[in-house]
């Protein structure tokens, strides 16, 4: 069974105070360094007086992982580092986050710096939202109305989605499955029609963006 790979699903933004100093915690989707560094440079241009901007991205899953940090400004090792072990350890991929700090005058110490920078990842975890990338494959096919209603309850049983419903003498339905389901919604829709169906393939794709329901992992 391949890997999970779990994204953002959409862009987000988390914030937290820790001795008078503001930090803010931009993330988004990002599938290709260009897009990661676009992103950073937006956030930048957004705060252009901040203290420090430090920007992270992980593009890609598992081995094919490019990683990239930076601590802007602040001492060696106390922000980038530890906020991509945070952002590595929760499994997520193709992410770019750029924590904008606002300094509030007092000085946090090393161990600070740290604790703040790995806990506005934290954060920022705990609220985004999750989606997936998995190989789905899109297919047509046509049914009676007689069998119209049983058809949709179909898909939503194997997690499908409905792309598009023709209604003429017959309904022309085209649907994307999980390929994992694939095999299976096909031998139901056989047994539902009678045998009485037939599937065109219109598109397979290996990394198809699917929001999940929940962030149950």
Not at 19 to 34: G, K, L
């Amino acid at each position: 069974m391949s890997e999970l790979k779990l994204i953002p699903a959409r862009r987000v933004e988390s914030k937290f105070i820790d001795r008078n100093s503001h930090f803010i915690t931009n993330a988004a989707p990002a599938f290709s360094v260009q897009e990661a560094q676009d992103f950073i440079a937006c956030i930048r241009k957004k705060y252009p007086d901040a203290s420090h901007h430090v920007p992270l991205y992980l593009i890609g899953h598992g081995n094919a992982t490019i990683a990239h940090c930076s601590d802007d400004g602040e001492p060696a090792g106390t922000a980038g580092r530890p906020a991509l072990a945070v952002l590595r350890g929760s499994g997520l991929g193709d992410i770019v986050v750029v924590i904008t700090r606002y300094f509030g005058g007092t000085k946090l110490g090393t161990g600070g710096l740290v604790r703040a920078y790995s806990d506005s990842i934290r954060l920022m975890l705990e609220e985004i939202p999750l989606a997936k990338k998995v190989a789905t494959t899109t297919i047509m096919f046509v049914v009676s109305y007689a069998h119209f209603e049983q058809s949709k309850l179909m898909v939503s049983n194997h997690d499908g989605l409905i792309i598009d419903q023709i209604f003429g003498a017959d309904v022309t339905m085209t649907v994307r499955l999980l390929n994992k389901h694939l095999s299976s919604f096909k031998d139901r829709m056989a047994n539902l029609t009678l045998g009485d169906v037939e599937f065109i393939t219109i598109e397979e794709r290996e990394n198809t963006i699917m929001p999940l329901r929940n962030k149950k992992r």
